[in-house]
């Protein structure tokens, strides 16, 4: 049995490059933080209407990408299935790097951003908020242990426990990310129970999106062997996660539309909306989700990589989209106080409130996309983490040893 | 001998009116003294023995007076920056037309100062709370900005301190970077006055505000509630806000 | 290597010695210049409140905040009744660089972000100034006859409005 071997990537030219292209896009966020802290949020598009803005989109996209890419160790350590078993170090990694990137983001967005011991130290156990940040940072505290049991070969014994503890967990935090929205009873478009297990599938959707992307893309670039074996596996199961998120999308709006309170919101978010309408039905279901499923499983393009990594991009960018309908189409739509009636006022009660994203607003999120990348590239050049080889005579023979044991068994 | 004198009406008259003017003296000053030391003392806390609430009277509201919102924006030192969507905004007059009938409202929409506010449950550090007496306030020492409370609240009563803040009014602290709403001018309050709003409302004639005590049976308002149908705004969230409305 | 190690050494230890001397002899911080306060003296004695005015007024922040306790005498509000003037008196010494609290504290390179929020002077009209008392603001009402007034005091019930 080929035993698989992990290395840590060789540095270069290429390696530099990447890393200070990386650090000029979170020193620009960076600088749009400082813009935005000094002179206070109304340099940015978020107002007294829309109070959570593009950040917040970046932000929540990578947070629930991040325990979605958890799935891959998860489904070697907890479900058994040994072809996972060599991803799962680039998957724990990404988790905390994800995480680590949107939450960079929610926390340089903070209106008090110099508060922060504060967010860690006083706790209201009412708001799902305040469990968060506790859920949060246990993540990466366990995931941390879940690598350090994969890494280290004294500590390889506990790796199916610890990985079972840290499956729980990420599923106990995406329901909380989900549940943000679930509890505001204020507004229409977020009060509903689906909402904390959509956010679950659409975790598993993206987190494995990303994990594809950056997986062909550290191979591509250290030029070490990925076989089909494991690409058309994981592709596969990709095509699966955009399926449920299409049956959650689908469940929410007939739900939705079933109940004519609700028509108005519906309406605005399937119809009448704008930009909103375009982004829900062009990027969200058509290129986000119908195309890469076309891509996926079709008998051609299937098997070209270019076309999966192009499928695994359309989810992230679908994804992106899903988010913004969801924070900012939500808050876009008037508040319903007074049912029945037609309201104006000088608080935009009864409008329907308009959102540009300014520059700085971008730059912050970007910026928090960098930071998951170049701490990635930094950890897979100091440690361990990435297999040598995930050619399919390494992996093929894995599983063929596997399946020796157990005919002998 | 047994004289019968005759009463003096006059001093009989003049002891009358010196006794009535006395009492009503003492009485009148008695009665201020009342008034004003009806104000909790200061070294004092709250209990939830009180709760504050206001009446509001739609059929007494117009469509362009705004007066109280001025009032608040006076007292509070509230300055536009011409930015109205970033500007805070404590209190704001609606105008409402229903859709059904055809008929048409106004009314002042502020903080509602629920029972089981939503934005105190979602606060992560508890910088938004409820005090005792049914005061919901921002905590602006813990506030981190993160805006939660204003996605919560089913009212947008809140509004965020987009810019610098310079000149604040002493009783009215506010700043960049931390969230802000109706305090029920907490400060006048506890020192037993009435909120601005309510005094400014009661100064341009139209007395459409009542405020007081909706724990002491004897109070004005407490009697209101009790006598004639008033409705809470989005009374179906079960948040019992401490403001209540009549005519809608 | 090694002459060069003892060199290094020996400037790092001199440049320590005398950072002192070099920074003072810069004169980069100017003390502070603290406007004379009013009254006689202050609430606590100089000496505790230099070391403890900071544990006074968190905890005095917090009741007065939380339990709506308002004495004066830890009250931020009211070391401002004294130790600033107010707004509508002259600019002089009102700017940070002659400001009580904020002087001392840039001077000892203490970071506050009170005055984010609070104002930095008092207020004529302000509760604990001596001048005005709620009773007074009452009486001002020169527009209001004096019964309608008692009433109004009393909470009587036509002037405060909404019942018909």
Not at chain 1, 146 to 172: N, P
Not at chain 2, 49 to 59: A, C, E, F, Q, S
Not at chain 3, 72 to 77: D, E, G
Request: proline share 4%.
């Amino acid at each position: 049995m080929k035993k698989v071997r992990f290395t840590q990537i060789e540095g270069g030219q290429g390696f530099w490059a990447l890393l200070a292209i990386l650090g000029a896009v979170i020193a620009a966020g960076l600088g749009a933080v400082y813009y935005m802290e000094h002179n206070g949020h109304w340099v940015t598009g978020m107002n007294n209407q829309i109070v959570w803005g593009m950040p917040h989109v970046f932000a929540i996209f990578l947070i629930v990408a991040a325990s979605g890419a958890l799935n891959v160790a998860s489904i070697g350590s907890v479900f058994g299935k040994s072809m996972y078993k060599p991803l799962a170090p680039l998957s724990g990694l990404l988790a905390i790097t994800l995480l680590a990137g949107g939450l960079a983001v929610l926390v340089l967005d903070l209106g008090r951003p110099d508060r922060l011991i504060v967010a860690m130290t006083k706790y209201n156990f009412k708001s799902i908020f305040a469990w968060n940040v506790i859920l949060y940072t246990g993540f990466m505290v366990i995931v941390g242990v879940y690598l350090w049991t994969m890494l280290d070969r004294s500590m390889k014994k506990f790796s199916g426990k610890v990985g079972f503890v840290a499956f729980l967990w990420r599923l106990i935090l995406t329901t909380g990310t989900g549940s943000i929205f679930g509890f505001l009873v204020s507004r229409q478009a977020f009060d509903e129970a689906i909402m904390a297990p959509m956010f679950i599938v659409m975790s598993f959707s993206f987190g494995l999106a990303v994990f594809l992307l950056v997986l062909m893309a550290a191979y591509r670039m250290t030029e070490r062997p990925l076989g089909d074996a494991v690409l058309f596996r994981l592709k596969n199961l990709l095509g699966v996660f955009v399926g449920g998120v299409l049956y959650f999308v689908l469940a929410y709006h007939l739900m939705n539309l079933y109940a004519t309170e609700h028509h108005g919101v519906e309406a605005f978010i399937l119809r009448d909306g704008g930009i909103f309408t375009t982004l829900f039905w062009v990027v969200q279901i058509g290129l986000g989700s119908l195309l890469p499923l076309a891509l996926l499983y079709h008998p051609s393009t299937g098997k070209s990589r270019s076309m999966i990594g192009t499928a695994a991009a359309l989810v992230i960018i679908g994804g992106f989209a899903q988010v913004y309908v969801i924070v900012i189409g939500g808050q876009a739509y008037p508040m319903t106080i007074f049912p029945g009636f037609e309201a104006t006022s000088t608080f935009a009660d009864g409008a329907i409130n308009a959102y540009s994203p300014t520059l700085a607003e971008v730059l912050l999120g970007f910026a928090g996309v960098a930071i998951t990348l170049a701490a990635t590239a930094v950890a897979l050049k100091l440690l361990r983490f990435l297999p040598e080889s995930l050619g399919d005579e390494q992996v093929v023979a894995k599983q063929d040893a596997t399946a020796a044991v157990k005919a002998a068994a | 001998m047994s004289e019968q004198k005759h009463p003096d009406n006059a001093r009989r008259e003049f002891l009358t009116q010196g006794a009535k003017l006395a009492a009503g003296v003492s009485l009148a000053s008695g009665v201020m003294l009342y008034g004003v030391a009806q104000a909790k003392p200061a070294d004092e806390a709250v209990t939830s023995k009180v709760r504050w609430g206001m009446l509001i009277d739609t059929n007494k509201c117009t469509s362009g007076c705004d007066a109280c919102v001025k009032g608040c924006n006076d007292w509070n030192g509230l300055k536009g920056h011409g930015r109205p969507s970033t500007d805070a905004q404590w209190m704001r007059k609606v105008d409402l037309r229903n859709k059904a009938t055809g008929s048409v409202h106004s009314l002042p929409m502020l903080c509602q100062h629920c029972e089981n506010p939503p934005c105190v449950d979602v606060c992560p550090t508890g910088a938004s709370f409820k005090r005792p007496d049914g005061i919901v306030l921002v905590d602006k020492h813990i506030c981190i900005g993160c805006r939660y409370c204003m996605m919560a609240c089913p009212y947008k009563a809140r509004s965020f301190i987009h810019e610098e803040v310079t000149d604040q009014r002493p009783h009215a602290p506010r700043g960049k970077g931390t969230v802000e709403a109706c305090t029920m001018c907490v400060t006048r309050v506890d020192e037993g006055q009435q909120p601005a709003c309510v005094e400014a409302c009661n100064a341009d004639g139209h007395k459409a505000i009542l405020f007081g005590d909706l724990n002491d049976p004897n109070s004005e308002i407490a009697q209101t509630v009790k006598t004639y149908a008033t409705t809470a705004i989005r009374a179906d969230l079960g948040l019992n806000p401490g403001v209540r409305y009549r005519g809608i | 290597m090694k002459r060069f190690t003892k060199l290094f050494h020996t400037a790092v230890l001199v440049l320590t010695m005398s950072a002192p001397v070099l920074a003072a002899a810069g004169g980069r911080v100017p003390m502070p210049q603290l406007p004379e306060a009013k009254g006689d003296q202050c609430v606590e004695d100089t000496d505790v409140m230099r070391r403890k005015h900071m544990d006074y007024l968190m905890v005095h922040r917090d009741k007065t905040m939380r339990e709506g306790v308002r004495t004066p005498k830890h009250s931020l509000k009211e070391c401002l009744e004294c130790h600033a003037s107010p707004q509508e008196e002259a600019a002089a010494g009102q700017d940070e660089g002659q400001h009580f609290c904020k002087s001392c504290h840039m001077y000892a390179g203490v970071k506050i972000d009170c005055f984010e929020c609070h104002a930095t002077k008092p207020e004529k009209t302000a509760t604990f100034h001596p001048i005005v008392t709620p009773g007074m603001e009452y009486s001002k009402a020169a527009h209001q006859p004096a019964g309608e007034l008692l009433n109004r005091l009393a909470g009587a019930s036509e002037q405060t409005g909404a019942t018909e």
